[in-house]
Nanobody, 127 residues
């Protein structure tokens, strides 16, 4: 059974940092691209970051570009999202997800393209 588990969320002050982890079980993560999404209360789920399976290329939403960094450690079957310079508007539940098929660039942040989802981890940015 394919499973993704996020961890690393918590409460942090504005300007602080957190590192989220997305650990996979039941499959080798290196064969899958991974998308990070977030959902704030009353808002739609939005794409944050994406990392390819092949060459580690990455893609970011404009709202997090320059502040967030996605990376993968295939030996640990884990993908990370390093979040720096956090802002209150980054507050949300963060999810990692994997598609079962290739996704083109225009669909990196379309949640409907993803088949496997973690349970999410809460990130709260507040003073």
């Amino acid at each position: 059974q394919l499973q993704l588990v996020e961890s690393g969320g918590g409460l942090v002050q504005p300007g602080g940092s957190l590192r989220l982890s997305c650990a996979a079980s039941g499959f080798a993560l290196d064969y899958y691209a991974i998308g990070w999404f977030r959902q704030a209360p009353g808002k739609e789920r939005e794409g944050v970051s994406w990392i390819s399976s092949a060459d580690g290329s990455t893609y970011y939403a404009d709202s997090v570009k320059g502040r967030f960094t996605v990376s993968r450690d295939n030996a640990k079957n884990t993908v990370y999202l390093q979040m720096n310079s956090l802002k209150p508007e980054d507050t949300a539940v963060y999810y990692c997800a994997a598609p079962s098929a290739l996704i083109s660039g225009s669909h990196y942040f379309d949640p409907r393209r993803y088949d496997y989802w973690g349970q999410g981890t809460q990130v709260t940015v507040s003073s």
